[in-house]
């Protein structure tokens, strides 16, 4: 996703929890920064996987070589889970009005 498309979506989400009365609320602020942060890492992870792809090499002792995934992919999906639980903290903060 473009970033001025991302970014219009998190003035729509700012616009939500004005409308909820909850934009300066503490809890909401400090957790849509930290989302807003794990989205730039998953950008940085993808654009990290896509120039240098799904596997890398590692060499041993006497040039023996192993091919494993890229270790963006584990670090992208853990990050993924990590959004995915903030993002469902934000939605229960605008829903309960906190």
């Known amino acids: 996703m ?3 498309k991302l970014d ?6 700012l616009q939500i929890a004005e409308q909820h009365g909850i934009e300066q609320n503490y809890f909401f602020l400090t957790t849509f ?3 807003r942060v794990q989205l ?6 993808e654009k990290t996987i896509s120039d240098e792809g799904t596997l890398v ?9 192993n091919v494993y995934s890229h270790p963006a ?3 992208y999906n853990r990050t993924t889970d990590s959004a995915n639980k903030t993002v469902s ?5 605008i829903a309960n009005k906190l």
């Not at 219009?8 to 989400?13: F, G, L, M």
């Open 89 to 93: 903290t934000l939605m229960k903060i």
């Open 40 to 45: 730039k890492i998953l950008e940085d992870l």
């Open 2 to 4: 473009s970033k001025k």
């Open 33 to 35: 920064q930290r989302y």
């Open 57 to 65: 090499t590692k060499e041993y002792v006497k040039g023996r070589q």
């Open 8 to 13: 219009q979506q998190a003035k729509e989400i």
């Open 73 to 75: 992919i584990s670090d």
